[in-house]
């Protein structure tokens, strides 16, 4: 009894010994990674450049919230005007929200925010992942934290923001709502992508009835589907021409409406300029009761494609958005609203159609053209933030593949998603044709944007807490005084639910479920990678030729993982008793940063000692990062490994593995066992047979030779840089090939049902439908080798 206790004794602590030298084994790349970190600087900009930039943020940033004067008071007032000092409460309610929202809110606080100048609710979503692990994929490593762009400050224990990092990663459930959050915002800016086109265009065109009243609403309909498809047709040129395209387009359009603004203000009643003063929103609520609540709605158009401007932040600086809205959009829109309240003052029968109707007849029709042309520049906004958004949600593992264009030398963050480009288009003709008017659309526009705006609300209160760590006292006046105004609005379009506020929530739902979806999936797939890895310790064990017929080429093995071995790899050698004569596992990894500076972007390492030709190479991106066309992978990948030999020769012939550094680790002196063979070679490992688990290895003694004498440092690393160059370059002129895993995820066979319809059906179909990772590298047919698979989770 007491030998057999002995030996289970024996056999634990050998299963443990083999467990903690695999993690030894597998410790993050914290060396390499600091071997590769450089300083990055920020490129100045000149002020005659930012003031370009400024300029051609008008047509791209701005469009949306400057068009918004065609359609707000209309939809404010769809059954008139009860009393003349209405409008003033309604002008009031305008200008301080334009005041409050856009102004303070988004254009000197939010866009503060932005993760390294990307804006958008992912941007938020991955500077809070940097700084606490709420991140749902757990693929963190310690390495990623020595990136230049990573930006990760540590917490002081007592602090508020150590107490609200602990509070967030102490329950799972709180990671995942606040993941559903990111989406739902996100959701919402998709949908406002298409419904902004739709009212914005259709307000347009509807002023041609006031100089023909004959022309039919079918006949209005199809010139506004017609200019639809002409502005989603010129997205492929991308951002940076249609940008000098519309933006003198916008430019003047503002021009426009700040002077009939005055003009109004000039010819029909000053008085208006009283709605300065908050008594009147208190006497419009007073006076009105619901229908002045329910009226909000309409006010509520009046910021609509703020939240784009947010999002739209990494196509241009925050200090161009900045100047442009403050010394061009906010003065002019507020001089048109004015403009529009004095009109209506004295002709309150003539809210439908207002702002044509204020327009002096002299520069009629020069402003409805230049009026439509803006309709059509304002979807641009809305348009760049969806493509901005479905690039992040790709790379944050969000959203199916899709091929993302760079359209843009110049300014790298500027892309054409082409896929999502005709979904909108094929979306937002339908929204157009279905409804018909502006006053449902506008109802739907409304809703989409107060969500976006809580969200966004939501998630600044979390960086306020854990990136800027700001007094609480400012995140109390910040979080009060933001949801008192959305929260109020988001009441008021409630009510609108069932007269068009429930076509954002279709779309929004449609789009989340895709995301909730795939990204459960990846999860999944990476969990069950993560579960089923092959410990190094097993490779190990089976010797420089793993048991296998080592035949000449290169092997890049893909898989997510990056320690240990991939399943795949231990499912091919199975079935196929040959391997290439070099080994590389390649990890493609996202990171929550905007980017990746090229120079740290690859991390290799090798395993074993230097006759095993195994290495494990991490590849890492940014959210915004782009792999082009151009770009040669492979032999990026080897440029870093010949470099990764150069370092590692001027290491004294040592390589970078930890199995060289396990002994110091283990014991207090040096030991005979850490030193390197007369072949420059690291000391063997032998397994004992006797041990169950395959993950338990036993290091046993090299002795050194007795009678060869020990070459120097110098002469081993000169001669094993030349030697391992030379045969790296063999193997590669030998053959390269990609080994990817094409696996098929399934739900068992006890899942519920629910879990069987997600992974079976719309997992799949989503797995089908986007684009293969071969394709996204850009590598040939002709050198790839699929290992397929099937994953039960």
Same mark, same amino acid.
């Given at each position: 009894?007491?030998?057999?206790?002995?030996?289970?004794?024996?056999? %634990?602590?050998?299963?443990?010994?083999?467990?903690?030298?695999?993690?030894?084994?597998?410790?993050?790349?914290?060396?390499?990674?600091?071997?590769?970190?450089?300083?990055?600087?920020?490129?100045?900009?000149?002020?005659?450049?930012?003031?370009?930039?400024?300029?051609?943020?008008?047509?791209?940033?701005?469009?949306?919230?400057?068009?918004?004067?065609?359609?707000?008071?209309?939809?404010?007032?769809?059954? %008139?005007?009860?009393?003349?000092?209405?409008?003033? #409460?309604?002008?009031?309610?305008? !200008?301080?929200?334009?005041?409050?929202?856009?102004?303070?809110?988004?254009?000197?606080?939010?866009?503060?925010?932005?993760?390294?100048?990307? %804006?958008?609710?992912?941007?938020?979503?991955?500077?809070?992942?940097?700084?606490?692990?709420?991140?749902?994929?757990?693929?963190?490593?310690?390495?990623?934290?020595?990136?230049?762009?990573?930006?990760?400050?540590?917490? /002081?224990?007592?602090?508020?923001?150590?107490?609200?990092?602990?509070?967030?990663?102490?329950?799972? &459930?709180?990671?995942?709502?606040?993941?559903?959050?990111?989406?739902?915002?996100?959701?919402?800016?998709?949908?406002?992508?298409?419904?902004?086109?739709?009212?914005?265009?259709?307000?347009?065109?509807?002023?041609?009835?006031?100089?023909?009243?004959?022309?039919?609403?079918?006949?209005?309909?199809?010139?506004?589907?017609?200019? !639809?498809?002409?502005?989603?047709?010129?997205? /492929?040129?991308?951002?940076?021409?249609?940008?000098?395209?519309?933006?003198?387009?916008?430019?003047?359009?503002?021009?426009?409406?700040?002077?009939?603004?005055?003009?109004?203000?000039?010819?029909?009643?000053?008085?208006?300029?009283?709605?300065?003063?908050?008594?009147?929103? &208190?006497?419009?609520?007073?006076?009105?009761?619901?229908?002045?609540?329910?009226?909000?709605?309409?006010?509520?158009? +009046?910021?609509?494609?703020?939240?784009?401007?947010?999002?739209?932040? +990494?196509?241009?600086?925050?200090?161009?958005?900045?100047?442009?809205?403050?010394?061009?959009?906010?003065?002019?829109?507020?001089?048109?609203?004015?403009?529009?309240?004095?009109?209506?003052?004295?002709?309150?029968?003539?809210?439908?159609?207002?702002?044509?109707?204020? !327009?002096?007849?002299?520069?009629?029709?020069?402003?409805?053209?230049?009026?439509?042309?803006?309709?059509?520049?304002?979807?641009?906004?809305?348009?760049?933030?969806?493509?901005?958004?479905?690039?992040?949600?790709?790379?944050?593992?969000?959203?199916?593949?899709?091929?993302?264009?760079?359209?843009?030398?110049?300014?790298?963050?500027?892309?054409?998603?082409?896929?999502?480009?005709?979904?909108?288009?094929?979306?937002?003709?339908?929204?157009?044709?279905?409804?018909?008017?502006?006053?449902?659309?506008?109802?739907?526009?409304?809703?989409?944007?107060?969500?976006?705006?809580?969200?966004?609300?939501?998630?600044?209160?979390?960086?306020?807490?854990?990136?800027?760590?700001?007094?609480?006292?400012?995140?109390?006046?910040?979080?009060?005084?933001?949801?008192?105004?959305?929260?109020?609005?988001?009441?008021?379009? !409630?009510?609108?639910?069932?007269?068009?506020?429930?076509?954002?929530?279709?779309?929004?739902?449609?789009?989340?479920?895709?995301?909730?979806?795939?990204?459960?999936?990846?999860?999944? /797939?990476?969990?069950?990678?993560? /579960?089923?890895?092959?410990?190094?310790?097993?490779?190990?064990?089976? #010797?420089? +030729?793993?048991?296998?017929?080592?035949?000449?080429?290169?092997?890049?093995?893909?898989?997510?993982?990056?320690?240990?071995?991939?399943?795949?790899?231990?499912?091919?050698?199975?079935?196929?008793?040959?391997?290439?004569?070099?080994?590389?596992?390649?990890?493609?990894? &996202?990171?929550?940063?905007?980017?990746?500076?090229?120079?740290?972007?690859?991390?290799?390492?090798?395993?074993?000692?230097?006759?095993?030709?195994?290495?494990?190479?991490?590849?890492?991106?940014?959210?915004?990062?782009?792999?082009?066309?151009?770009?040669?992978?492979?032999?990026?990948?080897?440029?870093?490994?010949?470099?990764?030999?150069?370092?590692?020769?001027?290491?004294?012939?040592?390589?970078?593995?930890?199995?060289?550094?396990?002994?110091?680790?283990?014991?207090?002196?040096?030991?005979?066992?850490?030193?390197?063979?007369?072949?420059?070679?690291?000391?063997?490992?032998?397994?004992?047979?006797?041990?169950?688990? #395959?993950?338990?290895?036993?290091?046993?003694?090299?002795?050194?030779?007795?009678?060869?004498?020990?070459?120097?440092?110098?002469?081993?690393?000169?001669?094993?840089?030349?030697?391992?160059?030379?045969?790296?370059?063999?193997?590669?002129?030998? %053959?390269?090939?990609?080994?990817?895993?094409?696996?098929?995820?399934?739900?068992? +066979?006890?899942?519920?049902?629910?879990?069987?319809?997600?992974?079976?059906?719309?997992?799949?179909?989503?797995?089908?439908?986007?684009?293969?990772?071969?394709?996204?590298?850009?590598?040939?047919?002709?050198?790839?080798?699929?290992?397929?698979?099937?994953?039960?989770?």
């Amino acid at each position: 009894m007491a030998s057999r206790m002995g030996t289970d004794e024996e056999m %634990g602590q050998n299963k443990s010994n083999g467990w903690m030298l695999d993690q030894k084994l597998d410790q993050p790349m914290d060396e390499e990674a600091m071997k590769l970190k450089n300083m990055s600087t920020e490129k100045e900009i000149s002020t005659i450049l930012l003031l370009q930039l400024a300029f051609q943020s008008l047509g791209v940033v701005y469009g949306d919230l400057g068009t918004s004067p065609l359609y707000v008071y209309y939809n404010t007032f769809p059954r %008139g005007i009860a009393e003349p000092e209405d409008v003033i #409460g309604v002008l009031s309610l305008i !200008i301080y929200s334009l005041t409050l929202v856009p102004l303070i809110k988004y254009v000197f606080i939010v866009s503060r925010a932005t993760d390294n100048g990307q %804006g958008g609710t992912f941007a938020l979503y991955s500077l809070l992942c940097r700084h606490a692990k709420i991140k749902i994929i757990p693929n963190y490593d310690q390495s990623d934290e020595k990136l230049t762009t990573y930006n990760y400050r540590s917490y /002081h224990e007592k602090s508020l923001a150590a107490k609200t990092k602990r509070w967030l990663e102490k329950y799972a &459930y709180r990671k995942t709502a606040l993941l559903v959050l990111v989406l739902v915002g996100s959701c919402m800016v998709i949908g406002d992508g298409i419904l902004t086109p739709a009212i914005s265009v259709l307000s347009a065109v509807d002023g041609i009835n006031i100089t023909h009243p004959k022309l039919s609403k079918d006949m209005v309909l199809m010139i506004a589907v017609a200019l !639809i498809i002409i502005l989603f047709s010129m997205q /492929h040129y991308g951002t940076d021409k249609v940008g000098w395209l519309f933006s003198p387009i916008v430019f003047v359009w503002f021009l426009l409406i700040g002077g009939i603004g005055i003009y109004n203000i000039c010819k029909y009643e000053t008085s208006v300029l009283k709605a300065f003063s908050p008594v009147y929103i &208190y006497r419009y609520f007073k006076r009105g009761g619901k229908d002045s609540w329910t009226s909000l709605g309409g006010v509520m158009l +009046s910021l609509t494609g703020t939240e784009a401007l947010f999002a739209d932040l +990494s196509l241009f600086p925050v200090p161009a958005i900045q100047i442009a809205f403050t010394v061009v959009v906010f003065p002019c829109l507020l001089l048109a609203y004015v403009g529009q309240a004095a009109y209506l003052v004295q002709n309150s029968d003539q809210v439908v159609g207002v702002f044509y109707h204020s !327009i002096p007849d002299s520069i009629y029709f020069p402003v409805y053209v230049v009026a439509t042309l803006a309709a059509i520049v304002a979807s641009q906004a809305t348009i760049c933030a969806t493509f901005s958004l479905i690039k992040q949600a790709v790379a944050l593992g969000c959203f199916p593949r899709v091929k993302v264009i760079h359209t843009s030398k110049k300014y790298p963050n500027q892309i054409y998603i082409p896929d999502i480009n005709w979904i909108l288009m094929i979306l937002c003709i339908t929204v157009t044709t279905a409804f018909k008017s502006q006053y449902q659309i506008g109802n739907a526009s409304g809703a989409a944007v107060v969500i976006v705006m809580l969200v966004t609300t939501f998630l600044m209160i979390l960086i306020m807490l854990l990136v800027w760590r700001s007094h609480w006292m400012l995140i109390l006046i910040f979080t009060v005084l933001s949801l008192v105004v959305e929260l109020t609005y988001f009441s008021a379009v !409630i009510l609108k639910v069932n007269q068009g506020g429930w076509v954002p929530l279709v779309i929004a739902t449609v789009f989340f479920i895709i995301m909730y979806v795939w990204h459960y999936g990846t999860v999944k /797939h990476y969990e069950f990678e993560m /579960h089923n890895k092959v410990p190094l310790a097993w490779i190990l064990r089976l #010797g420089p +030729s793993l048991g296998l017929v080592r035949v000449p080429g290169v092997g890049l093995v893909y898989s997510e993982l990056a320690s240990g071995v991939p399943n795949i790899f231990s499912h091919l050698i199975t079935n196929v008793p040959a391997i290439h004569s070099v080994v590389i596992f390649v990890c493609v990894k &996202y990171l929550p940063v905007y980017t990746v500076p090229e120079g740290e972007r690859f991390l290799i390492k090798r395993i074993g000692t230097m006759d095993f030709h195994m290495f494990r190479c991490v590849v890492r991106y940014g959210y915004s990062d782009l792999r082009k066309k151009d770009d040669d992978f492979e032999n990026k990948l080897f440029d870093s490994l010949f470099m990764f030999f150069r370092l590692e020769s001027l290491m004294d012939g040592f390589s970078d593995s930890d199995e060289h550094s396990l002994c110091d680790q283990e014991t207090e002196g040096p030991r005979d066992d850490c030193l390197l063979n007369g072949n420059g070679n690291a000391p063997e490992f032998n397994v004992n047979s006797n041990v169950s688990s #395959g993950d338990s290895i036993v290091l046993v003694d090299s002795p050194l030779p007795k009678n060869n004498t020990i070459m120097s440092s110098s002469q081993a690393s000169k001669h094993s840089e030349v030697d391992g160059l030379e045969f790296m370059k063999r193997c590669r002129d030998a %053959g390269v090939v990609h080994l990817m895993g094409n696996t098929i995820l399934k739900a068992k +066979s006890d899942s519920r049902f629910y879990k069987k319809i997600t992974i079976d059906y719309v997992y799949a179909f989503l797995r089908k439908i986007c684009r293969e990772k071969n394709v996204i590298f850009h590598i040939p047919y002709e050198s790839l080798l699929n290992v397929g698979q099937v994953y039960y989770v």
